[in-house]
Each structure stands twice: as structure tokens, then as C-alpha cells.
């Protein structure tokens, strides 16, 4: 059985927290987050995750700080965080971010570091 869950679903239920989906709620194998903001600065803190990341940047730049690495991404670009690697990222500017975070796992499991 396919499951879909259309947009109002997953941005406004409160059951998959305005932007987060994670699979154990439709039975997939991996969690989503779809980020969007126009602050600059604006990202999480580092943190790390026992499963890979994988970043979709759709809209925007961010640099992100992967590990020991800072690579300065924009749309069109994918990147993908190593487990147990710390990481973060920020917009910087000038347009709106989106990014889709998919986390290699049917729940979040986060380990914040600052």
C-alpha cells in the first residue's frame, strides 16, 4: 500500500511537527525535515546523527561546516553528512533557503553539540 501524505499534511499536522516527517509515521525507512527561512544566520547548531544526512538544497545558499570542511552550497547542489559527523548550516543570504534533510533513519536521533 503506497502511503501519501500531500503538503497541509506534513507542514501543518501536529502530529509531523510543521516541517519534519519522520518514517516510522508512514512507514518508510527514512525521516525528512524541509527547511525554509529567509533570515540570514538562520540554521541549526552543530550536531551530530549515528546515520548519514543527506542535504537537497532547493532554493538559496548556505555554508555549511561538515566535519572539519565548510563548503559554501546553493540550489541545485546535494550534500551528504557521514554518521557520527558533526555538522551545520546557516543561510547566507540574500534569498530564501530551502533545504530537504533526509536522514538515513525512520526516526530522528540527534546528539546537539553547542
Request: with cysteine.
Amino acid at each position: 500500500m503506497v502511503t501519501v501524505i500531500d503538503r497541509d499534511g506534513w507542514a501543518e499536522s501536529p502530529t509531523l511537527w510543521h516541517g519534519e516527517l519522520p518514517g516510522t509515521a508512514c512507514g518508510s525507512p527514512v525521516s525528512i525535515i524541509f527547511n525554509s527561512s529567509e533570515t540570514i544566520g538562520s540554521g541549526p547548531r552543530l550536531h551530530r546523527h549515528p546515520y548519514a544526512e543527506t542535504f537537497i538544497i532547493r532554493s538559496g545558499r548556505a555554508r555549511f561546516t561538515v566535519g572539519d570542511q565548510q563548503i559554501e552550497a546553493r540550489a541545485g547542489m546535494v550534500l551528504v553528512a557521514p554518521a557520527n559527523t558533526p555538522h551545520k548550516f546557516e543561510n547566507i543570504g540574500p534569498d530564501l533557503l530551502e533545504t530537504i534533510d533526509i536522514h538515513a533513519s525512520d526516526s530522528f536521533i540527534t546528539e546537539w553539540l553547542e
